[in-house]
């Protein structure tokens, strides 16, 4: 394999470890204080945020409460709809199932056991005309030992 060539491996190493200190020295000079900076600024603003957020706590306890309220009564409401849809649709299923039943599934039973009838009776009619027949024994040599 040409990359673990011993004339080259030295070489490959070499430019490889340099660049990589070169890409740790840019990450570690420049763009790590830079993170750094923006996370102490983010923490210094979430600060004065919670701080604004405790000042005016006591109004939001009035509003947090009515808004639970509103929340609760939204939520009973929802509930009340969705059983009332959900009974109105196993109703429905219910009937439709009842009526499909009734009506559509007792047509194709009874093609169905029309077409089975007639099929016996087609088996019937070829088996005794192959029995009388006596110009093909072998048929009837079959028929006699089924």
Do not use: C
């Not at 420049?30 to 600024?41: D, E, G, R």
């Not at 219910?94 to 009734?102: G, H, K, P, V």
């Amino acid at each position: 394999m040409p990359q673990l060539d011993l004339m080259t491996f030295f070489t490959q190493f070499f430019w490889f470890s340099l660049g990589f200190s070169f890409f740790y020295i840019f990450l570690l000079h420049y763009i790590m204080p830079s993170i750094s900076l923006n996370l102490k600024l983010r923490k210094k603003k979430l600060e004065l945020l919670a701080n604004d957020i405790n000042k005016k706590k006591e109004s939001a306890s009035d509003l947090l409460t009515t808004y639970d309220n509103i929340l609760s009564k939204t939520l009973n409401f929802s509930r009340n709809y969705l059983l009332k849809v959900t009974n109105y649709g196993n109703v429905w299923v219910s009937n439709s199932i009842t009526s499909i039943n009734s009506n559509n599934f007792v047509n194709a039973n009874n093609d169905y056991i029309k077409i089975i009838g007639e099929k016996n009776f087609n088996f019937v009619v070829l088996e005794s005309v192959l029995k009388s027949s006596s110009k093909d024994n072998n048929w009837t040599k079959l028929w006699k030992n089924k």
